[in-house]
């Protein structure tokens, strides 16, 4: 850290926190702070959350030392330069912040802890950055998760996604579980924790998982699956249901949607085990491609067709399957606007869709069904009929409502040999 802070030499700084990460090659926290306190030597103020006692004493001895003046704050010590209250709700944090001089409040889109104390550091970093500091607090609100970190996504099969595989340590594992709690009790989930091999702890292997596994069974983990060669080797420190697998290769080769329904999946990895492949594979899909429809270029289309047809000839225009993933409501009205005559959909629904929306264009339905007889006559919608027998229902249906001169359509088959009235007998009964 004495090598990087010649290279940064920071003004001011902010200590976050210290986990059990990068732990291996420490004899013990305390000395990993000193070392890490060395970055803030050039600083002339010294951001920090003095509610940890081991860190407290450690940056308060650091900055005595180099003169560094203490920017201290806390949810515990109202006497902290910024003393900090905090009242959750199902989506998002209301934060107060109380200094010498003023009182604030302001609220950020997120519940967890590691989120909280995130905005607390933000909040104190732009107290001392800022002259105008009341006018960046509405800003907080309009934070969005950091991909990888905490983020929440809609999984498959009535699954939600909590992606937490940035890195992988016991202290970044309390927080994410705990978040896990949270969504899974707020959609009455089962808890699954998908978890990679947890490195450079300093713990022993066997003390390190039986840890994780206390931890699982304290958050009342229903599943863990692991993944890697090092927590597949301690399986049986596992109290919840399990299953373990060598390598994502491994995982990925046995995966089964079917098996993942109704849970909330923590996802935690180790940066290197590249997990956004797993939440790839449990996430409902997402798209950001966009289709852009362009209006008058169909006016414009419909036109040269009109140009060219006799004025008698009348023009329907197939609007079934949403007009082909177009926007189906959108493109109905714009062809009534035309004054098309006719439009055409596949099946019933697609009708009484377009009718619920407005459309007063004749409508046939190319594919009418008998239990949809009535929908028909209902929403004056006209069947397109192909066959003897659907004729007959029909008619049979039609005479039961009481109905006279209700417009059909008939279908002849010329020889495409898909639909329609075909042989003599049929034209002939027909």
Not at 356 to 376: D, K, R, W
Request: proline share 2%; glycine share 4%.
């Amino acid at each position: 850290m004495k090598n990087l802070a010649e290279i940064i030499q920071p003004t001011t700084g902010i200590f976050t926190n210290i986990g059990d990460a990068h732990q291996e090659g420490f004899i013990s926290l305390e000395q990993k702070i000193e070392e890490k306190l060395q970055l803030f030597k050039s600083c002339k103020k010294l951001v920090y959350n003095s509610d940890s006692e081991t860190t407290k004493n450690a940056i308060e001895d650091f900055c005595k030392t180099n003169s560094i003046e203490k920017v201290n704050w806390s949810f515990k010590d109202q006497n902290a330069k910024i003393y900090f209250s905090a009242k959750k709700h199902n989506d998002f944090t209301d934060l107060a912040a109380k200094t010498d001089e003023n009182k604030y409040h302001f609220k950020i889109p997120f519940t967890d802890d590691s989120a909280i104390e995130n905005a607390c550091h933000c909040f104190a970093a732009a107290s001392i950055l800022s002259i105008g500091l009341s006018n960046l607090l509405p800003e907080f609100e309009n934070l969005y998760p950091i991909e990888m970190r905490l983020e929440i996504k809609q999984g498959i099969n009535n699954c939600l996604l909590v992606n937490d595989y940035y890195n992988s340590d016991l202290n970044s594992l309390t927080i994410a579980l705990s978040v896990l709690h949270q969504q899974a009790a707020k959609a009455q989930l089962n808890k699954t924790v998908i978890i990679s091999d947890i490195q450079q702890t300093g713990l022993q292997k066997a003390e390190l998982y039986s840890q994780v596994n206390k931890l699982l069974a304290d958050w009342q983990i229903d599943e863990i699956i692991g993944i890697g060669t090092e927590i597949s080797r301690y399986s049986e420190l596992f109290s919840m249901k399990k299953s373990f697998f060598d390598s994502l290769v491994d995982f990925e080769k046995h995966f089964n949607r079917a098996r993942f329904q109704y849970s909330a999946i923590l996802i935690k990895g180790a940066r290197q085990f590249t997990f956004e492949k797993i939440s790839l594979l449990l996430q409902q899909k997402s798209h950001q491609t966009q289709l852009e429809i362009n209006l008058s270029a169909l006016v414009h289309n419909l036109n040269v067709f009109r140009g060219i047809l006799r004025p008698e000839t009348k023009i329907m225009v197939m609007v079934k399957a949403f007009s082909y993933g177009s926007g189906d409501v959108e493109i109905a009205s714009l062809l009534q606007y035309q004054n098309v005559d006719y439009l055409a959909v596949a099946v019933t629904d697609e009708g009484v869709l377009l009718r619920n929306a407005g459309i007063q264009t004749a409508i046939i339905v190319m594919n009418p069904e008998q239990q949809s007889f009535q929908q028909i006559i209902d929403y004056q919608l006209e069947p397109n009929i192909y066959s003897i027998e659907l004729l007959e229902s029909f008619i049979k249906t039609i005479s039961q409502s009481g109905c006279r001169d209700f417009p059909i359509h008939l279908k002849i088959d010329t020889g495409m040999n898909r639909l329609g009235f075909k042989t003599d007998d049929e034209i002939k009964t027909l």
